[in-house]
């Protein structure tokens, strides 16, 4: 079993940045890929970003440019940094991380953006 627990949500006004963090534990050898998911209101969950345990990294089009997914292995900890927030990142920020067949799942941060 892998245990994820993530930290960094909050309120944040648009253009402003917040960076999410996701530790994780227990048995974690063999971890391929861990990522963010977020879900919005009324939505259905989306892929914000992922990367691999090579570091290679994937985006979805609408954060290009404004947020950077990074990989400490060392920690077994994913960061999301996400800069120029807008209204539309409000959502709930949930990590995930993939081990063979398995996906593995956090309990989720509020990330807000209003003024």
């Known amino acids: 079993q892998v245990q994820l627990v993530e930290s960094g949500g909050g309120l944040v006004q648009p253009g402003g940045s917040l960076r999410l963090s996701c530790a994780a534990s227990?048995?974690?050898?063999?971890?391929?890929?861990m990522g963010w998911y977020r879900q919005a209101p009324g939505k259905q969950r989306e892929l914000v970003a992922a990367?691999?345990?090579?570091?290679?990294?994937n985006y979805a089009d609408s954060v290009k440019g404004r947020f950077t997914i990074s990989r400490d292995n060392a920690k077994n900890t994913v960061y999301l940094q996400m800069n120029s927030l807008k209204p539309e990142d409000t959502a709930v920020y949930t990590c995930?991380?993939?081990?063979?067949?398995?996906?593995?799942w956090g309990q989720g941060t509020q990330v807000t953006v209003s003024s």
């Open positions: 227990g048995s974690v050898f063999g971890i391929s890929h």
């Open positions: 995930n991380a993939r081990k063979l067949i398995y996906n593995y």
């Open positions: 990367i691999t345990s090579g570091s290679s990294t």
